[in-house]
């Protein structure tokens, strides 16, 4: 059964529709949701609205550090993100705050964790940015595949013979054979602001029992989303992030 | 899923030999026992029979064994399920890693190259031809982003019909998956004679580690010896980073200088001085008269031990000043072909091609550039004259193809020149490029002479329709003055 991982979507619906229209439109039956819903995009409303809806026919959903912030409020993030949050925080009804509060932090099912940040202590909001990071989260996760976000880039992190991890860099829509007899970490990318200069919407698809994951980058109508994002007085350079890739 | 299988492992020792079943698979003969595994002939369950014979290949299993075995196995298992094509075997089946690993694949009826070699040297003909089809081979691997990293004897097999076919992927790297072996620093070297200086610095991602490894093979077919020896110590394999071995024909004097020539290039410590493509090498083997010969090619003579230690110094500083970053491009190193019609010395549209021929060649910091004129084959028995006989025409021919690319200024060792009597230029274009690996056909839009004809029948189309590569056809733009009047 094919899975699509979608995390960091940050308000974006333009970029989650397409991408859930292309894991359609390849088989995906199952759906996760790694966290980071609302932030920076203007259409916090509407992606809480489309992930609850996926909730409720029994998807994956996760906590993300943002959204802990609607309810927290936000510490360490920078002006624009905490203008956004701010933003959001009054945008939302109480319902929807409610269902990113009652959000987990981590889930693992059989072989497979999810979990927005990191796997050892998912609530610290690590960054997995290196081997040894990654090696630290497969360790805590104690399955043979864990899915993450948080970060923007997609990785493939993969266990050698000495048990360290090693970095990939995948190549979108290759499928890459993934046994289970090996660990793997994999920062599926983000839907709604990719930061590596393509602006296209990044997800990944798994197919456990063919134990294949495939990275996607799918174009989107970015331009529609920045205009949102000024239309609303959010601060524009999060239009020109989106725009750009950035 | 974790599967437990209680003592996989044992199992399939008792299970890994003639009459065992694995996986469903009757094994039958071992034909082979390496270092790392074995393989024997197998037969495929009746609901499940590929339609050819097989083989089953597993490592052996155990605590004294080597891990290589088991990685070998899943990158083989990964790799090989993406290849296709005639050089190298069909992927049928493979079992877990885990619980019961194998891999069934096609079983190829061919003699070992390793068997071949025992007969070396060979005449400088023989192993143009089967050095020609080695490089095919991996050529054809490359073009799937696949690199083998472990050329040798024991992993080719010479199909009855001449094709190569190359085996045991346990090493391989493919470009777009991870690399299981890219830490893995004890094993990541291939085998010590073949071994390039690019997988002796611990990198596995450049393709012309395997034209390194098929120069030593090249080497060993033309003079009976290896260039560097079977060097069983780390720093005897390092020679290589800066030695030059001595030339072919220093051990036989049969070696032709072109062969030579081949051969040393492929050899060339920094891997931006060897060919850049097998398709390169194949070409060159196949067309010994069109190789650019350099200094090295006639020498008879060991390098002095002045010129030796030169050698080492600058690759000294290579390292320094280069370090991993020089890699290969990985992008594809083409071979274009163009046609040029030197029948029509005078035709408006030379200038056209030739102008196309030099904006594309510019895309490419390396390529090959066949220019091939088909000619109407000479009547028979017709005139006296020198420009009337064939040889005459042919070179006539041959002065106005080269007449043609000399503008663009390109060194002889990128430019290959081809006069070819045929009746149809299409079909003879076509032949032509299937065999030398080209990656891009130019040639002009139909001419004048074809202009009657309906656009179907000319060369351009012909050429366009059935070409297994990308094809650019040249127009010259029309004059304003031809231009429908009421379109001003």
Request: net charge negative; with cysteine.
């Amino acid at each position: 059964m094919l899975t699509a991982l979608l995390s960091d979507i940050h308000g974006n619906l333009e970029a989650l529709n397409a991408c859930l229209g292309h894991a359609s439109g390849r088989g995906a039956k199952r759906f996760a949701f790694l966290g980071d819903f609302v932030g920076y995009g203007a259409d916090a409303r509407a992606v809480v609205d489309t992930v609850a809806r996926y909730a409720a026919e029994g998807a994956v959903v996760l906590k993300g550090n943002h959204d802990e912030a609607i309810e927290q409020g936000g510490g360490y993030f920078n002006e624009a993100s905490r203008a956004s949050l701010e933003w959001a925080r009054e945008t939302l009804t109480g319902d929807q705050k409610a269902f990113l509060t009652a959000l987990p932090l981590i889930i693992r099912e059989g072989d497979v964790c999810y979990v927005h940040a990191s796997a050892v202590a998912p609530h610290r909001w690590d960054y997995i940015d290196s081997p040894a990071a990654a090696k630290r989260c497969a360790d805590a996760a104690g399955t043979s595949y864990a899915f993450c976000g948080h970060v923007h880039d997609q990785v493939l992190y993969f266990e050698n013979a000495k048990g360290r991890m090693s970095e990939f860099r995948p190549f979108p829509g290759t499928a890459i054979p993934v046994r289970s007899h090996r660990r793997w970490v994999a920062i599926v990318g983000s839907v709604g602001q990719p930061r590596d200069r393509n602006p296209a919407a990044a997800y990944a698809l798994f197919d456990l029992g063919g134990q294949r994951l495939t990275f996607f980058r799918v174009p989107y109508d970015a331009t529609a989303a920045a205009d949102k994002i000024r239309r609303c007085g959010l601060p524009g350079s999060l239009a020109y992030r989106v725009e750009m890739g950035i | 899923m974790r599967t437990a299988t209680p003592g996989p492992m044992s199992t399939m020792r008792e299970e890994l030999r003639s009459g065992g079943v694995i996986g469903g698979y009757h094994l039958g003969q071992c034909i082979h026992q390496g270092g790392t595994g074995s393989i024997y002939r197998a037969s495929a369950p009746a609901d499940n029979d590929p339609g050819f014979p097989i083989v089953l290949k597993a490592p052996y299993l155990g605590r004294g064994e080597s891990a290589i075995g088991i990685i070998g196995l899943e990158m083989e298992q990964m790799i090989l399920a993406r290849l296709d094509g005639a050089h190298v075997p069909h992927f049928v089946a493979a079992g877990d890693v885990r619980a019961s690993p194998y891999v069934v694949m096609e079983w190829i009826d061919g003699e070992s190259l390793a068997k071949t070699m025992t007969h070396a040297p060979l005449a400088p003909e023989e192993v143009a031809r089967i050095g020609a089809a080695l490089a095919d081979a991996i050529h054809s691997i490359h073009c799937q982003d696949v690199i083998h990293l472990d050329i040798k004897p024991e992993n080719f097999l010479l199909r009855p019909t001449g094709e190569a076919v190359l085996l045991d992927f346990g090493f391989a790297r493919h470009a777009r998956y991870p690399d299981l072996l890219a830490e893995e620093k004890e094993f990541a070297a291939g085998s010590a004679a073949y071994v390039s200086p690019e997988q002796l610095q611990h990198d596995r991602s450049d393709p012309r580690s395997d034209l390194f490894a098929l120069g030593v093979l090249l080497y060993e077919l033309a003079t009976g010896a290896q260039p560097f020896g079977q060097p069983e110590t780390l720093t005897g394999m390092r020679d290589r980073l800066w030695r030059r071995p001595a030339p072919p024909r220093a051990l036989n004097l049969d070696v032709p200088p072109w062969l030579q020539e081949i051969v040393l290039r492929c050899l060339e410590p920094a891997a931006d001085a060897r060919y850049q493509s097998a398709a390169h090498i194949a070409f060159d083997l196949r067309h010994p008269e069109q190789v650019a010969l350099s200094g090295r090619a006639s020498e008879t003579q060991p390098l002095g031990v002045m010129a030796q230690a030169g050698r080492w110094w600058r690759q000294r500083r290579r390292d320094v000043a280069l370090a991993p970053s020089t890699r290969s491009a990985g992008g594809r190193v083409p071979v274009i072909m163009v046609a040029v019609d030197t029948e029509h010395p005078d035709d408006d549209r030379h200038p056209a091609l030739q102008a196309a021929t030099r904006q594309l060649v510019s895309l490419y910091p390396e390529l090959r550039l066949m220019c091939i004129s088909v000619v109407r084959a000479a009547p028979l028995g017709e005139g006296s004259d020198e420009l009337d006989t064939r040889t005459g025409r042919h070179l006539e021919h041959k002065m106005r193809l080269r007449h043609w690319v000399e503008p663009l200024g390109f060194p002889p060792s990128r430019v290959s020149l081809h006069v070819i009597e045929g009746a149809n230029a299409g079909g003879t274009l076509l032949d032509l490029a299937r065999a030398n690996h080209v990656d891009l056909i130019v040639l002009g839009a139909p001419g004048a002479s074809e202009r009657a004809l309906a656009w179907w029948r000319s060369v351009a189309s012909n050429v366009t329709a059935n070409a297994r590569c990308s094809v650019h056809v040249v127009r010259v733009p029309e004059r304003r003055t031809e231009m429908e009047p009421d379109s001003a």
